[in-house]
């Protein structure tokens, strides 16, 4: 998982499985370690994490004991019960990442593998991805991890459409977590992009409204297809406004969520000193008293200073998140109960029909 994310994802995974799980007190950086009493099926679930991997420990001093027959056979035992989750082609090239990957040792084991297997060896990236490490509580043996999917859990399969610099799926679930979904929320996400947040949001559960806007008419356009593959189409309101300047009704909404533009992909510097105070005024004057917040961006210095200076929103926390080489922050925010937000009545379109899709410009 993104590092940064790891006790929004335990809460998920304690959340999710209850009594099934057992959390460890030592796991690498960006990752979650447990133990799981359930079938491995219900792990694809999670949303909040990258990928979910099949850990298992030898008792070996060295990588070159799981050649042995006792050690191999566990070892392909492992592999095959990965393999059992998905449909018979969907596992094709077998990739094994450890310190010395391309030792003779390291060869020949993935060779090994392959052949038991009938996968081919991967040059490159694999879809059977297996790695190789020291335990990281400093004990003997090795540690041994095969991915349970082909490719990460993060690349959602509602995704038919992208968009350069979209927000990654597992970020995007962790920023829904943190707002504390409610079924009677009215939620809003300026900029809405490709959907993303939208669609994650739907994942979790129902909502009262979900509403996005974005200027950009190819992006509503690939909001819309992606809010279609995922079956929500009916249940989001899509619409051609700037986010500075919304018809939404003053202290209508429960909770924002925004991933905002940063000037690496999108917009430059320059444009986000005029749009970040903008926009989070416009955020501040259409949130409830008591709304929640979140909002991502690489703009670090600049959210800052706009948040530290707002009335009208208390910063409860930041996240730092690493994934990429980028450090983004997610700033948590709850709307003040008391503020002085002038309040404007405006008229806005309500939910669309039953029966309709999502909602014009």
């Known amino acids: ?21 057992r959390l460890h007190d030592v796991a690498p950086p960006g ?8 079938p491995l099926e219900e792990l694809l679930a999670l949303r909040t994490v990258l990928a979910v991997y099949l850990c298992r420990r030898y008792p070996v001093p060295r990588p070159k ?12 035992a492992q592999v095959n019960a990965v393999q059992r989750l998905m449909p018979p082609a969907a596992f094709r090239l077998l990739a094994l990442s450890a310190a010395g990957a391309h030792t003779p040792v390291m060869e020949r084991l993935k060779d090994e593998l392959a052949a038991a297997t009938g996968l081919a060896v991967a040059s490159h990236e694999g879809d059977l991805q297996i790695r ?8 003997p043996g090795w540690d041994v991890l095969v991915r349970l999917t082909p490719r990460p859990l993060s690349a959602r399969p509602w995704r038919v459409c992208h968009l350069e ?32 947040l939208l669609v994650e949001r739907l994942a979790v559960g129902p909502a009262r409204r979900a509403i996005g806007c974005d200027t950009d008419p190819q992006a ?32 209508s909404v429960d909770v924002i969520c925004a991933d905002l533009p940063f000037g690496h992909l999108v917009g430059s510097h320059e444009e986000n000193v005029e749009l970040y105070p903008a926009l989070v005024d416009e955020a501040a004057r259409v949130a409830k008293p008591g709304a929640r917040a979140a909002f991502i961006t690489h703009e670090v210095r600049l ?54 899709r999502s909602a014009g410009e």
């Open 1 to 21: 998982m993104p590092r940064g994310l790891e006790a929004v994802a335990a809460d998920e995974v304690e959340e999710r499985f209850g009594a099934r799980v």
């Open 31 to 38: 990752a979650v370690a447990f133990d799981f009493g359930g």
């Open 65 to 76: 004991a799981l050649l042995g027959h006792q050690h191999f056979r566990e070892l392909l």
């Open 132 to 139: 190789l490490r020291r335990p990281v509580d400093g004990r």
């Open 165 to 196: 610099g979209g927000l990654n799926a597992a970020i995007a679930a962790a920023m829904v977590c943190l707002t504390r979904p409610r079924a009677d929320d009215v939620i809003f996400n300026p900029g809405c992009g490709s959907g993303t």
């Open 220 to 251: 509503l356009a690939c909001a819309r297809r992606n809010v279609e593959a995922a079956g929500v189409a009916a249940h989001v309101e899509l619409y051609s406004w700037d986010a500075r300047a919304t018809p939404l009704p003053s202290a």
């Open 303 to 356: 959210m800052e200073d706009v948040m530290a200076h707002h009335p009208i929103w208390e910063l409860r926390h930041v996240v730092r998140v690493t994934q990429g080489g980028l450090h983004p922050r997610i700033f948590v925010a709850v709307r003040r109960c008391k503020s002085p937000v002038t309040q404007r009545d405006v008229h806005v379109p309500g939910p669309p029909p039953q029966s309709g």
